[in-house]
């Protein structure tokens, strides 16, 4: 895992970072996290992750003083958001000049005995709470008391920062791949004057002035290869027919509805040589597999509260990564969605693995993920007070396309390491608004996967029947797996 290099903003092909020479903002997709919360008072955008290390704990300084070794390697730790009078840009990333790490990272006390259930309920009260955007948008917090003489680190990141690819290699920055510690690297960083407010109002309106260029100069771009032109625009053609049939409601069931401002959370863990022998068996892919069995675990769920589990009752939001290889360490948000039905209608595992693996299929083959890159990519050349105005609506009509999210991040096979102390196990987090009451976020890590379940507390009290459910469904389908002999 290497450092944060140069690298290259989205969106109009700006530079980013110090010697750029330009100002760096947000996309119209990371700005519609920050606008979320404005819309949702019980919103809280932010994307986290808990690592648990085998004890003993070290002390609180050396904690502090490893990851300010560190922070070079992530500059936009150091950075904090600067709105733009009259909303007519987005806002921009500059240096915080009264940055204190102190002010980011935390000692926690788990309560005792520091079991399951204290560690779910303090992990929903720090995530559900929301950050303070004056400074940057990232907190550590160091948590003692676990059994065994464990410890824990839980990072929290606004999602309007990262999205959960670059999330987790950013978090890999502070982490070792042996346990011998690797050095600080030398620390230069000033934080830049900040621009008088005047002079930071006129570029952004010199930015709207200009965007119908940007947009002229996009199209002459794509106009010099025709034939990869005609290509893209009829796969995203064919995407957002796709896309637009998803403006449908789903059928109303007690997975979506209006929610409070607290949140529970649990987790279950799978073998991923077990995921790994039903999709050698019936020729999936990881992910579907993984999908089949949250699938699985919604039926459930249902089931055991007396809910008819309706073919249109369960449509998820699959973000899909637009990173291409080399881009993980890049600080924002690079994603598209598919949203496909999951079939809790379906009793029989096996038919309902098949059932997922098509309706993937048949997304990807009619080109949804490229729709929603495409519209993504379109906003960025908009003027943004009216791209901002069109997401600001689409925040505050209620949606009923969404029932959840089912997030799945790779991680790394080989163990990982902080302070000398193995890293056991990573619990992710997803965030949850706009009456979708439960997220589901999966991680790997070494031999694990882990399912990160998020719910409303007023309306999840059940969120362990569907842990427990996603386990017991792809036992299910090992059951059903073809023995040799």
């Given at each position: ?11 109009r ?25 404005d819309?949702?008072?019980s ?44 909303g ?40 559900s709470?929301r ?22 680190l ?7 920062v ?11 920055l ?9 050095p ?141 290889p ?65 997401m600001?609506?689409?925040?505050r009509?209620?949606q ?86």
């Amino acid at each position: 895992m290497g450092p944060v290099g140069d690298y290259v903003c989205p969106g109009r092909g700006r530079a980013c970072g110090r010697d750029a020479g330009a100002v760096e903002r947000l996309t119209p997709l990371a700005d519609a996290f920050l606008e979320a919360e404005d819309v949702d008072v019980s919103a809280s955008l932010a994307i986290g992750s808990l690592a648990v290390f085998a004890g003993p704990a070290p002390p609180f300084e050396e904690l502090v003083e490893a990851i300010s070794g560190r922070l070079p390697l992530i500059p936009r730790y150091r950075q904090r958001l600067r709105p733009v009078p009259f909303g007519l840009a987005p806002p921009a990333w500059v240096d915080d000049p009264d940055f204190d790490i102190h002010d980011h990272l935390h000692e926690v006390a788990v309560p005792a005995p520091g079991g399951r259930a204290e560690v779910a309920d303090l992990m929903s009260r720090l995530m559900s709470t929301r950050m303070d955007r004056s400074r940057p948008l990232w907190d550590y917090s160091f948590w003692e008391g676990l059994p065994g003489g464990r410890w824990a680190l839980l990072s929290k990141v606004h999602h309007s920062v990262v999205d959960g690819v670059s999330g987790t290699d950013l978090y890999q920055l502070l982490l070792d791949p042996t346990p011998t510690q690797r050095p600080g690297v030398p620390d230069t960083w000033r934080p830049e004057p900040e621009e008088p407010v005047v002079r930071y109002t006129a570029d952004a309106l010199r930015e709207l002035v200009s965007s119908p260029l940007h947009l002229t100069g996009a199209l002459a771009h794509a106009a010099r290869t025709p034939r990869r032109m005609v290509r893209t625009s009829a796969r995203t053609a064919t995407g957002l027919l796709t896309l637009s049939g998803a403006l449908r409601p789903v059928h109303g069931s007690s997975l979506s509805g209006p929610l409070g401002g607290g949140r529970r959370y649990t987790w279950t863990n799978v073998r991923l040589d077990d995921v790994r022998t039903v999709r050698k068996a019936y020729d999936a892919t990881v992910n579907d597999v993984a999908l089949a069995a949250v699938t699985g675990g919604f039926r459930r769920l249902l089931l055991a509260r007396g809910e008819p589990t309706d073919a249109h009752a369960l449509r998820s939001l699959v973000p899909v990564s637009t990173r291409r290889p080399g881009e993980e360490s890049i600080p924002d948000n690079r994603v598209t969605l598919m949203l496909p039905f999951l079939p809790v209608e379906v009793a029989d595992p096996v038919e309902r693995l098949a059932a997922i693996k098509r309706r993937i299929r048949s997304l990807r083959g009619r080109h949804e993920p490229e729709a929603g890159e495409g519209l993504t990519n379109a906003a960025e050349f908009g003027p943004f007070p009216s791209v901002a105005w069109g997401m600001r609506l689409g925040w505050r009509l209620p949606q009923h396309q969404v029932t959840t999210v089912t997030t799945n991040v790779p991680g790394p096979r080989t163990p990982l390491y902080a302070l000398g102390r193995e890293l056991l196990e990573l619990l992710p987090y997803v965030p949850i608004a706009d009456r979708v009451r439960i997220g589901v976020a999966m991680f790997s890590y070494r031999d694990t996967l882990t399912y990160g379940l998020t719910g409303d507390f007023e309306t999840t009290s059940d969120l362990d029947v569907l842990a427990a459910g996603i386990g017991a469904s792809l036992d299910e389908l090992l059951e059903r797996v073809p023995r040799a002999g």
